[in-house]
C-alpha cells in the first residue's frame, strides 16, 4: 500500500518553461514534506521542504504548494533550466516514534529540453 | 563539513556471503534511514534508528537482513548470505530529531 504516490514517472519540458510535479499522500499523520532531486549514480539532494501548517514554500525557482484538504503537494521549477534534468522524489514524514519514517514516492524523471 | 559518509560505494559479493555497508551520519545527527533502491525502481524504506535502537524495521526483510547503530561508529547494515536479488543501490540518510534528512553517495551492491 503505497502512502506516498507519484503518479508520472516522468516528464518532459522546454527550457525556460515551468516543471510542475506532483504528489499524493494518504496517511493524514503526515505532516512534513520534502522534495529531493537525484542524479543517476548519487544520492538523492535535499531541495525544498513545507511543514503542514504552510501552504506554500519558496526557494529561488523552486516553489512547494501544499493541499492538505486533498493530501496533494506539488513543485513548480521555474523557470526549467537543462540541469534540471533528474528524478524527483516527493517525501512525507510524520512526527515522533515510527511515523517519523520518511516515506517516499517513486520518483518523476523530468527532463528539460534546451 | 563532512556529509552523510557510506562505505564502501560498490562492492561486489558472491552468493552466500555476508555483505556489511556503512554509514556514517552527519555531525549532530542522531536518526538514520536506510534505504534500497532497485534499477527502474524508487527509493524503498527498510530501516529507522536511532542511536542503540531501532526506531522501525518494517521495510526489512524477515530474514538474512539486519541494522544496527551503537552509540559509537557507524551505522551497519548487514546482508548475510546474499542472494542475486540482493543486487542493488542502498543508501542512507541522516537527521537530526526533526527537519530534513540528508543522503550519502549510496552503495552499490553486486552479488555474483
Known amino acids: 500500500d503505497q502512502q506516498v504516490k507519484q503518479n508520472s514517472p516522468s516528464l518532459s519540458v522546454q527550457e525556460g518553461r515551468i516543471s510542475i510535479l506532483n504528489c499524493d499522500y494518504t496517511?493524514?499523520?503526515?505532516?512534513?514534506f520534502l522534495w529531493y532531486k537525484k542524479y543517476p549514480a548519487e544520492g538523492p539532494t535535499f531541495l525544498i521542504s513545507?511543514?503542514?501548517?504552510?501552504d506554500k514554500n519558496e526557494d529561488g525557482r523552486f516553489t512547494v504548494f501544499l493541499n492538505k484538504s486533498a493530501k496533494h503537494l506539488s513543485l513548480h521549477i521555474v523557470p526549467s533550466q537543462p540541469g534540471d534534468s533528474a528524478v524527483y522524489f516527493c517525501?512525507?514524514?510524520?512526527?515522533?516514534?515510527?511515523?517519523?519514517?520518511?516515506?517516499f514516492g517513486k520518483g518523476t524523471k523530468l527532463s528539460v529540453k534546451p | 563539513n563532512a556529509g552523510v559518509m557510506q562505505n564502501p560505494r560498490h562492492l561486489v559479493r558472491r552468493r552466500g556471503q555476508e555483505a556489511r555497508l556503512r554509514c556514517s551520519p552527519m555531525?549532530?545527527?542522531?536518526?538514520v534511514y536506510w534505504y534500497r533502491q532497485l534499477p527502474e525502481e524508487g527509493l524503498k524504506f527498510m530501516v529507522y534508528?536511532?542511536?542503540?535502537?531501532?526506531?522501525?524495521e518494517s521495510g526489512m526483510p524477515k530474514e538474512r537482513f539486519s541494522a544496527e547503530f551503537p552509540k559509537e561508529g557507524p551505522s551497519i547494515l548487514r546482508i548475510q548470505q546474499v542472494v542475486r536479488g540482493d543486487s542493488a543501490a542502498y543508501f542512507c540518510?541522516?537527521?537530526?530529531?526533526?527537519?530534513?534528512?540528508?543522503f550519502g553517495q549510496g552503495t552499490r551492491l553486486t552479488v555474483v
Open positions: 496517511n493524514s499523520m503526515f505532516d512534513y
Open positions: 534508528l536511532q542511536k542503540e535502537n531501532i526506531i522501525d
Open positions: 555531525k549532530g545527527h542522531s536518526h
Open positions: 540518510a541522516s537527521c537530526r530529531d526533526q527537519g530534513e534528512a540528508f
Open positions: 517525501a512525507a514524514r510524520g512526527y515522533g516514534g515510527s511515523q517519523g519514517n520518511l516515506i
Open positions: 513545507i511543514s503542514s501548517i504552510k
